[in-house]
């Protein structure tokens, strides 16, 4: 089945029984569980940004109770 290639986001193809993913339009040829660990990863480095901007204000906390002396 088609599904979206997480590299160029041309059409890439899905086995059926979910073994392989493949593009035509790139190079990309992995197994399904490293397609979904590919596409975390890259939606994880976009949640990292919003996670950075969250912590910014909760890290602040954590470190300095321990200089108290
Ligand atoms: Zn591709």
């Given at each position: 089945m088609k599904i979206k290639?997480?590299?160029?986001?041309?059409?890439?193809?899905?086995?059926?029984?979910?073994s392989v993913v493949k593009c035509g339009s790139?190079?990309?040829d992995m197994s399904y569980g490293e397609y979904v660990k590919f596409v975390a990863h890259n939606e994880s480095k976009y949640?990292?940004?919003?996670?950075?901007?969250a912590s910014s204000t909760e890290g602040h906390t954590s470190g300095?109770?321990?200089e108290w002396d």
């Amino acid at each position: 089945m088609k599904i979206k290639c997480p590299k160029c986001k041309e059409d890439a193809d899905l086995a059926m029984d979910y073994s392989v993913v493949k593009c035509g339009s790139c190079d990309l040829d992995m197994s399904y569980g490293e397609y979904v660990k590919f596409v975390a990863h890259n939606e994880s480095k976009y949640s990292d940004i919003l996670g950075d901007y969250a912590s910014s204000t909760e890290g602040h906390t954590s470190g300095s109770l321990d200089e108290w002396d």
